[in-house]
């Protein structure tokens, strides 16, 4: 009897050891997947911050004049609404220019002057791209409370410039 207990003392022993390695083994394991799963997380956060650059910057290498328009203004204004339409293809132009834009902008800075001196601040704004590459600029320029009231913005009219029915600008823009 007493080398029973013997023998069960034994191999109550020998089941903790059993369970501490087992133990030991399942914490290595549980360490490991844990650290692997931080590596693809890094990974993946990696990857997509390199995305989200790539995207930006792919964005500011195919719309430049865009791009700008819109850094511009939420710098300067910061706006609680803005819109930036490059209504280019609406005229006489190559596809892909980047001539004609309206921007719709929303700012608490517009609070108290008038439609004019809200205009000139954009244009003041806006003055390199204007002097530049933007032959045209349609501003709808609004309060925030003007903008609750009243969230629509205006049609653009179709191109009245006569270099469309020019024949010359015709061949001109289709080379």
Known sequence: VHG???????????????GAAVCAEDRSVVLMISVRLLQSCRHISSVLAKSRYYSTSQHAMEKPVETSIRSKLTQSLAPCHLEVHNESHMHAVPPGSETHFKVVVVSEVFSGKP???????????????????????????KTPEQWQENPTVT????????????????????A
Do not use: F, T, W
């Open 4 to 18: 029973d207990y013997s023998s069960q003392g034994a191999l109550r022993s020998s089941r903790r050891s059993v």
């Open 115 to 141: 439609l004019i001196q809200r205009h000139r601040l954009v244009n003041d704004l806006l003055k390199e791209e204007l002097a530049g590459p933007v032959h045209a600029l349609s501003i709808q320029a």
């Open 155 to 174: 049609k653009s009219p179709g191109c009245m410039g006569g270099s469309k029915h020019d024949p010359h600008m015709s061949k001109k823009l289709s």
